[in-house]
């Protein structure tokens, strides 16, 4: 899997949009990029998933950069209940999880 | 439910003692992995199988964690003589090939 680097912490105002960044330089070609978020006390839960194209769901929008070297997780308005700690995977075979970006939401 | 299930969610050992876990995945699921995490880290990867074939083993697992996945269905996780460094959450998860992954809730492994 490829490696990640993401910020330790970020923090966004109610209602407001926050961007998450991934650096993941050393991705192959047919690794997906995966985000998956997960609440205190909780186990990890899929947010969003693509390989080359940006990609919208529900919950988020994910902008993949045309080298594909990093990604963006978009939330459009952040709510209270999206604080959580957000990781980005480059996925293949067995997931391997980073140290994630823990996300504050300030009212 | 039709989730990721795990038993038991808490159990609390004394140092020495085995203990084993079992993870339930969606029942389509082909993979199913095997992640440990403690206070303030991420999930860290132990072993994923692929049907009843375990196909990846983490380099950190000590031989006392053995995982087993014997009909392709449901996965124990056992670790033998358990330490205090063993007290973690283990979570289990299963996907479609290497498609989205669903968590279980996990075990909390306590030991004194």
């Known amino acids: 899997d490829a490696k990640t680097t993401q910020p330790n912490s970020m923090e966004s105002n109610e209602e407001e949009p926050v961007h998450l960044p991934c650096n993941h330089s050393?991705?192959?070609?047919?690794?997906?990029i995966h985000w998956y978020r997960q609440l205190p006390s909780q186990g990890p839960e899929y947010v969003i998933h693509?390989?080359?194209s940006n990609v919208n769901n529900r919950m988020a929008s994910l902008a993949i950069a045309e080298d594909r070297k990093s990604s963006t997780l978009i939330l459009h308005r952040a709510t209270l209940r999206d604080a959580a700690v957000y990781y980005c995977i480059g996925a293949r075979s067995g997931m391997r999880f980073g140290a994630g970006t823990r996300l504050t939401v300030k009212p | 439910d039709t989730g990721v299930s795990q038993n038991p969610r808490h159990k609390i050992t004394k140092r020495g003692q085995n203990v084993t876990f079992r993870c339930d995945p969606i029942s389509e699921h082909n993979r199913l992995y095997w992640y440990r995490q403690t206070l303030g880290q991420g999930p860290e990867f132990l072993t994923y199988f692929q049907n009843e074939a375990q196909l990846e083993k983490s380099r950190l697992l000590s031989d006392r964690f053995s995982a087993e996945r014997p009909k392709g269905s449901f996965s124990t996780l056992e670790i033998q003589r358990t330490e205090q460094g063993d007290s973690a959450m283990y979570l289990c998860?299963?996907?479609?090939?290497?498609?989205?992954?669903?968590f279980g809730q996990g075990t909390r492994l306590t030991v004194v």
């Open positions: 998860a299963s996907s479609l090939g290497s498609g989205v992954a669903f």
């Open positions: 693509g390989l080359t």
């Open positions: 050393t991705i192959s070609g047919t690794d997906y």
